[in-house]
Every structure is written in C-alpha cells, then in structure tokens.
C-alpha cells in the first residue's frame, strides 16, 4: 500500500491542479455514478411529463438564482487579501437575503400571474421556488469561499451528499404516489445538501468572519462589473440554456420538455463529471496566474484538456442515443434519444468551452460577455418560435442546439484571443479534438448504417473506446502537468 501511494503521490502530486481536479471529478463521478444507476428506475416511475413538469421547475429557479447576491459570490475567489474575500461572501449573502424576499412577495402575491397560463403543471407548486433559490444561492457562496480555500475535498463530499439525499427522496416519494412532487423536493434537497458540510469545514476553526462594513463598501464597488454586467450575462446565459423546457411546455407540452430535459441531462453527464472540477480548479489556479503573468498558459492547456476528454464520448453518446435510450430509460423515452443526437455537437463544444467563462470575470470583460449573451438569448428564442410555427419539435431542437453551437466558437475565440493566444494555437484545440472524435466515433457510425451484426459493433465500440484512453494518457495527462502546482 505504501508503494502504490508514493506512486500515486509522483503521478498526482499533492497540491498540483491535477490532484484537485481528481478529488473534484472523484466525488463528482460518484454522485453522478447514483444519478445514472437510479435513472432507468426514474424514468419508469416518473413519466415524460413529471420529468417535464420538473424541468421548468428548475429552469425557473435557475433563472432567478442568478440575481441572487448579484452574482457578488463569483468575486470570493479573486482579491489578493482574504478580508476582502470575506467582505465579498457578507455582501453575496445580504444580497441574497435581499432578492429572496423580493421572489418571496412576488409569488406570494402574483404567484398567478407570476408562472403564466402556459405553465398551468408548475403553478401548484410555485412556494418551493424561494426555497430552491435560496438554497442554490447559499451553496453557491460557500462554494466559492472553499475554492478560495482549496477545499476541493469537502465540495467534492458534498456532490455526494446531494445526490444521495436527491435520489432517495424523489425514489422514495415517487414509490409513494407523489408525482411529479417527489422530483421537485428531490432536486430542491439536492441544492441544499452539502451547505452545513461546507459551513463546518470553513468555519469551524477560527469562527464565522466578523462583518466590516467598510470593507464590504470597497467589495462592492471594486467588482461592480459582477452586478452591472456579470449578473445580466449569467441570467441571460441561464436563459438561453434553460429556456428551452419552457418553451416547449409553452408552445408544445410538457412531455415534449420533458423529453428534451432528458436527453440533455444525460449529454452533459462528462460536463457534470469533469468539466465542473475543471472549471472550479480552473477559477482558483487562474486568479493567481493573472497575477504571475502565465494566464495564457494555463489557459490553453485546460482548453486543450476540455477538448481532447469532451469530444469523443459525446458524439459517440449521442449518435447511439436514439437506440440506447429506450433500452435505458424504457420506451417511452425513444424522442429523447432523437433530440440527443441533434444536440451532440453543441455539448461538445459547450464541454470544451465550460471552464473559459470564467476568464471574462478574470479578465474584467464581463461587458463583452453580455452583449454576447444577449445575441444568443434572442436569436434562441426567435429560431424556437419559428420552429413552434411548424409544429416541429426536432428542428427546435436543431436550431437551439445550433445556435448555441456558434456562440460558444465565439467565446472561445475572443476571451482566449484576449489571454493572449494565437488563432492557430486556439484552432488547434478543437481541430484536433474534432479530428480524434470523427475518426474514433465513424467506424461505429459506418457499422450502425450498413447494420452490421451487433458483435461488430460492441468490437468497434470498445476498440474506440481503448483508442480514446490511449490518446488521452499521451496528451492530456501531461497536459495537466502544464496547470502547475
């Protein structure tokens, strides 16, 4: 044991970026590990429309948790000096205290008018949004304060706290009878499982920070990009991706968002299991490079990180959607798996480009990540109300997932344009993932077209699969040794 740990400790050194990452992606592979393994039973016990019901639910509150703090709690991670960052975390909380109230007497008093006619499904239970938002807001903060803190471990402890507490509410409840309930009360314990863990580790040694208020007034006005520009970016990048299970209850059904819920939720499964450690990882090592001037460095390392690990086991996901879904999830899920395979390229690319939002907060440029935001929000919403006109589901799917396709070869272009890489140094990251992904992924595609016998096919998957672990030992690994320690 004691040879495999120094082994381990020369691998993944302690403290360099690839050991946070694995303790990250480690607890979150667990909790995403029991997401998958209760789904198939789910997705029988819940029916398309709950699970749609649910996904307007959550885009709802997604929507609103973005102005809670103002999005202040983005800020925790950046100052030099950790008053400061305390000062952040007191502004983000009394600012999310603030907004819940506001959310609060809105619903409570146009709770009606509040949800709209269209979602007649959502509106019984509208009085659990505050509570979903206020614990999506708290859990961020904290979050934020332990990235700060590298306590990469006790947010990874948390993801399984939240899954398993998650899970056996809505398999409990929904054994029970209380559908589509149990998926609402399930996703909002998700939220706030994990906060009292967080609170423990940061706190429990020196106490809870003392409040200064002048230090709270220089916080505010330092980072006040966060509320003039970050806050509107985010709601409108919430929006762009969230809307999409509304407008289709609104113009559709909630089946059909349900549906779409589905499939989106299983392609970002590799997102969910390694793009968010990255990203978090990401945050904290960022802030300190601007400061040591190696911010490009590091920044196209995690790029190229994203592209080569997000590429392949996407596109191959998402082509064999349409027939492994309705084995996984039952039959009543075979329109998922067609959305799915519409939807995989922009996953991909949304894989590859997760991490790099968070160089225009540390880049000052949320201004430009507005306007961006604002494009595609609109262009979104337009491209889904033409299709409704046809009365087509799978073209507004297309055109979202297009949409959405182009907007992030746009980020990625002008904030790694704005760390200082070249356009062929950034090219080089998605040609190359592209290339490794078509050539890994086409001999199955050819097999599935020409149907050949299943025995072919399980080979060639599996030989692609060998490909994509040999590549990925041989670039990204020492690619994660570029991060630093």
Not at 256 to 280: C, Y
Request: aromatic share 12%; proline share 4%.
């Amino acid at each position: 044991m004691e040879t495999l740990r120094n082994f381990l400790n020369r691998l993944i050194p302690k403290g360099s970026a690839m050991r946070h990452v694995s303790i990250l992606a480690g607890g979150t592979t667990i909790a995403q590990g029991l997401n998958v393994a209760i789904m198939p039973i789910l997705s029988r016990i819940y029916s398309p429309a709950d699970f749609g019901v649910m996904a307007v639910f959550v885009s709802i509150t997604a929507i609103l948790s973005t102005f809670s703090g103002l999005r202040y709690q983005l800020s925790i991670p950046l100052p030099k000096q950790d008053h400061y960052a305390e000062a952040a975390m007191f502004l983000s909380l009394g600012l999310q205290a603030f907004c819940l109230v506001i959310i609060s007497i809105l619903i409570i008093s146009f709770g009606q008018a509040f949800i709209g006619s269209a979602l007649d499904e959502v509106r019984p239970f509208r009085f659990f949004i505050p509570v979903a938002v206020a614990g999506i807001g708290v859990y961020s903060t904290f979050n934020q304060i332990a990235i700060r803190k590298k306590g990469f471990r006790t947010i990874a402890k948390t993801k399984v706290t939240q899954s398993i507490s998650a899970n056996l509410t809505k398999l409990v409840l929904g054994f029970l009878g209380f559908r589509p309930l149990g998926l609402l009360i399930g996703y909002i314990l998700g939220q706030i499982g994990g906060i009292s863990t967080l609170a423990r580790s940061l706190f429990i040694k020196n106490g809870f920070p003392k409040l200064q208020l002048k230090k709270v007034k220089r916080v505010a006005i330092r980072y006040k990009n966060f509320p003039l520009f970050e806050t509107w970016s985010a709601m409108l990048n919430v929006v762009g991706s969230m809307i999409m299970p509304i407008l289709l209850a609104v113009f559709f059904d909630s089946k059909t968002a349900g549906l779409f819920a589905m499939s989106q939720n299983l392609l970002f499964l590799p997102s969910a299991l390694v793009g968010q450690a990255i990203g978090q990882v990401f945050l904290q090592r960022a802030s300190v490079a601007k400061y040591r001037g190696n911010l490009k460095q590091l920044a196209i390392a995690s790029y190229s990180i994203m592209v080569n690990l997000g590429f392949f086991p996407i596109l191959m996901v998402s082509f064999f959607a349409p027939s492994f879904f309705p084995f996984f999830l039952g039959e009543n899920w075979i329109e998922s798996g067609a959305f799915a395979r519409v939807l995989g390229p922009w996953v991909a690319i949304g894989f590859a480009a997760s991490p790099m939002d968070n160089l225009f907060l540390i880049l000052d440029k949320q201004q430009k990540l507005f306007y961006i935001e604002v494009i595609q929000t609109v262009t979104r919403v337009v491209a889904i109300v033409l299709a409704s006109l046809h009365e087509s589901t799978i073209f507004a799917v297309l055109f979202f997932s297009a949409i959405g396709f182009s907007i992030y070869i746009l980020k990625i272009f002008i904030v790694l344009g704005k760390s200082g890489s070249s356009i062929k140094e950034i090219l080089e990251g998605p040609i190359s993932g592209l290339v490794l992904g078509v050539l890994l992924v086409s001999p199955s595609i050819i097999a599935e077209i020409f149907e050949i016998a299943m025995i072919y096919k399980v080979f060639l998957v599996v030989f692609a699969i060998i490909g994509y672990l040999i590549v990925i030992k041989n670039k990204v690994v020492s690619k994660y040794q570029m991060l630093g320690n």
